[in-house]
């Protein structure tokens, strides 16, 4: 069973900086990225940015330059370092884990909301 806890979540004024962090534990291979996703009311949840073990980082355009993802691989941990916020940033967003060791297995966490204020 694969549980990811995220953290970080808020509220903030445009041009302010949140981060965002996610714990990962149970039984996942070794081969695998996590990242975050996000979810604004009456849109499709999207990809914001992923991390895989290795190092490799893909980055949402909307958010490139402004966010920064990174990971501790020791604590299975993944943090989003978000600044220069907007308020289009406002979401749910959700840690996920792919697990490609188990065929792409896509794990979830429950979700943390940002709202940005203009």
């Known amino acids: 069973q694969v549980q990811l806890v995220e953290s970080g979540g808020g509220s903030v004024q445009a041009g302010g900086s949140l981060r965002l962090s996610c714990a990962a534990s149970?039984?996942?291979?070794?081969?695998?990225?996590l990242g975050w996703y996000r979810q604004a009311p009456g849109k499709q949840r999207e990809l914001v940015a992923l991390?895989?073990?290795?190092?490799?980082?893909n980055y949402a355009d909307s958010v490139k330059g402004r966010f920064t993802i990174s990971r501790d691989n020791a604590e299975n941990m993944v943090y989003l370092q978000m600044n220069s916020l907007k308020p289009e940033d406002t979401a749910v967003y959700y840690c996920?884990?792919?697990?490609?060791?188990?065929?792409?297995?896509?794990?979830w966490g429950k979700g943390t909301l940002v709202t940005v204020s203009s």
């Open positions: 996920n884990l792919k697990d490609f060791t188990n065929y792409g297995m896509d794990y």
């Open positions: 149970g039984s996942f291979g070794s081969r695998n990225a």
């Open positions: 991390i895989t073990r290795g190092g490799i980082i």
